[in-house]
């Protein structure tokens, strides 16, 4: 069994930042590649990170390389997305997914209740 709870969201100016935490509630957080989709009304959904089990490998969306970083904490079983310098098509709620291939490229086995992240122009 396995619980996602993501926190951090808000409502910020276009340029500013956020970083989401999603918490993971298991016995196995270590096995699981982690990763943040985010959906916008009326928009299409999006893989915007992922993160390998070990941490060693991170993938990014073209439109935030260089904006987001995604990072894990296995001894806290917990995975972060820090978000600089946001634009107004960042705008969306962004679910914390957990992939058990364990490569966190994508698939999402387990997804979070999501938390919404609006920019302002």
């Known amino acids: 069994q396995v619980q996602l709870a993501e926190s951090g969201g808000g409502l910020v100016q276009a340029g500013d930042s956020l970083r989401l935490t999603c918490a993971f509630s298991?016995?196995?957080?270590?096995?699981?590649?982690m990763g943040w989709i985010r959906q916008a009304p009326g928009k299409e959904r999006e893989f915007v990170s992922g993160i390998s089990r070990d941490g060693d490998n991170a993938y990014y969306l073209d439109s935030v390389k260089g904006r987001f970083t995604i990072s894990r904490d296995n001894a806290k079983d917990a995975v972060y997305l820090q978000m600089n310098n946001l634009k107004v098509e960042d705008t969306a709620t962004y679910y914390c997914?957990?992939?058990?291939?364990?490569?966190?490229?994508?698939?999402?086995?387990?997804w979070g209740q999501g938390t919404r992240v609006t920019v302002s122009s």
């Open positions: 997914v957990a992939d058990g291939t364990g490569r966190g490229t994508g698939r999402s086995d387990y």
């Open positions: 298991g016995r196995t957080f270590g096995t699981y590649g």
